[in-house]
């Protein structure tokens, strides 16, 4: 549990918003959610209900949860008395400007403000507002109650204190804060994650494989060794007694080689409704409630394998 950070305001009650809610309460912050949308409290609910066993499996006491979570008129009467905000609104940069100048004005001077943008750094939402050393990415990936990563990016005004805190805040809900030392659009994460998928379309293009073929690939090679040791080290590894330098003076001019020839898939209407054609054929007959609770029990499964076997997983992962 949290004690540091005992009240968390939820600005966005989409999926990642959801997510960062159910896991709040689970740590057991007071936590208030403000969201337009007319189905709120059902939306919340159903989110509750369904993260609930996902977080007991994590060790985390999910009962309760609802009684943790109280729904908000608006943003301002959601940030009042806050010690930190957590920002998913849409990825624009006009939209996320004006909600941080409510954000300044209507929090409390000690809320970390933090925004789960997932491209934008805050440098672009934050020229012109007061009080910005408080504000910085805190990036997840999907759902944040499951996925321990989060980016923790400052802009150009963040303090490093705010950093501090922020680092700390997401260690007291048992997540894994990388701090990144540059602004970059998209950040790391997703940066990796579209140069892996820019290949796989244009693989998937190619026809060399289909998109359950290609995923069946990354799922028993690339994801399997990444997510145990990463790509850096999984390289180091590779080059055998020798490690990372044998492998880049022996397998370096071949891989450079084969950087000349990835792919940079047009991706037009019709190149786009060929894709989109591919992937339902391969994995329509599923529904989406189907799908993703099987990569739920499939995350939670490699988590606990990991936490088995990491030394000090209690900094990290508690």
Do not use: C
């Not at 989409?14 to 057991?28: K, Q």
């Not at 919340?44 to 985390?60: E, I, T």
């Not at 009467?77 to 930190?84: P, Q, S």
């Amino acid at each position: 549990m949290s004690t540091s950070h005992p009240v968390a305001a939820v600005i966005g009650a989409g999926t990642i918003g959801l997510s960062w809610t159910a896991l709040f309460a689970a740590h057991g912050l007071t936590v208030r959610v403000s969201d337009p949308r007319p189905d709120l409290a059902e939306a919340v609910a159903d989110a509750l209900a369904q993260a609930a066993p996902q977080l007991a499996r994590q060790g985390l006491d999910a009962h309760g949860l609802a009684g943790r979570v109280h729904l908000a008129g608006d943003v301002p009467e959601a940030v009042r008395g806050a010690d930190v905000v957590q920002e998913n609104g849409p990825e624009n940069t006009d939209f996320k400007r004006e909600l941080f100048a409510t954000l300044v004005r209507e929090a409390p001077a000690h809320a970390l403000l933090l925004s789960s943008s997932s491209a934008l750094p805050a440098s672009a939402f934050t020229a012109g507002l007061d009080d910005a050393g408080r504000i910085l990415i805190g990036h997840p990936f999907n759902p944040p109650h499951l996925v321990p990563l989060v980016e923790v990016v400052p802009g150009e005004r963040t303090s490093e204190d705010a950093v501090a805190r922020a680092v700390e805040f997401y260690r007291s809900v048992g997540r894994v804060p990388v701090v990144e030392r540059k602004e970059i659009p998209g950040f790391v994460g997703n940066r990796l994650q579209n140069a892996l998928s820019r290949e796989a379309i244009h693989l998937v293009e190619q026809g060399v494989v289909g998109p359950a073929e290609l995923d069946a690939i990354v799922v028993n090679s690339l994801g399997l060794r990444w997510s145990t040791v990463g790509p850096f080290l999984g390289a180091h590894l590779g080059g055998g007694p020798g490690g990372y330098r044998h492998m880049a003076e022996h397998i370096g001019p071949s891989m450079r080689q084969m950087w000349d020839s990835l792919g940079r898939p047009e991706q037009g209407p019709e190149e786009t409704e060929r894709l989109i054609t591919a992937v339902e054929d391969a994995y329509g007959a599923r529904s989406y409630g189907e799908l993703t609770q099987e990569r739920d029990r499939r995350q939670l499964a490699v988590l606990a394998a990991l936490d088995d076997t990491t030394p000090h997983n209690e900094e990290t992962r508690s």
